[in-house]
Nanobody, 115 residues
Framework: QVQLVESGGGLVQPGGSLTLSCAAA????????MGWYRQAPGKQRDLVAD???????NYADSVKGRFTISRDNAKNAMWLQMNSLKPEDTAVYYC?????????WGQGTQVTVSS
């Protein structure tokens, strides 16, 4: 069993930056494919970025060049550095870990981009 806990959300002005953290409790974090997802009100939950256990990254087109995903397997942690934030980035952000039949989600953290 793996527990994922997000932190770092908040209110930020357009053009600002935030870093989200995902802390994992459990011994298999290093083997998990990890990702950040977001869900805005009334919309589906979409992939923002993901990272393999070996560090290969992938980004949604809407965040390429602005967001950076990273992980440290020794610390059981993952991060999402978000720069040049836009109002359309407003959403609840979730971290997710998957491996074979295992599928773990955090509880989410709210990011609001507004002036």
């Amino acid at each position: 069993q793996v527990q994922l806990v997000e932190s770092g959300g908040g209110l930020v002005q357009p053009g600002g930056s935030l870093t989200l953290s995902c802390a994992a409790a459990g011994s298999i974090f290093s083997t998990l494919h990890m990702g950040w997802y977001r869900q805005a009100p009334g919309k589906q939950r979409d992939l923002v970025a993901d990272i393999t256990s070996g560090g290969i990254t992938n980004y949604a087109d809407s965040v390429k060049g602005r967001f950076t995903i990273s992980r440290d397997n020794a610390k059981n942690a993952m991060w999402l550095q978000m720069n040049s934030l836009k109002p359309e980035d407003t959403a609840v952000y979730y971290c997710r870990g998957t491996r074979f039949r295992y599928d773990y989600w955090g509880q989410g953290t709210q990011v609001t981009v507004s002036s």
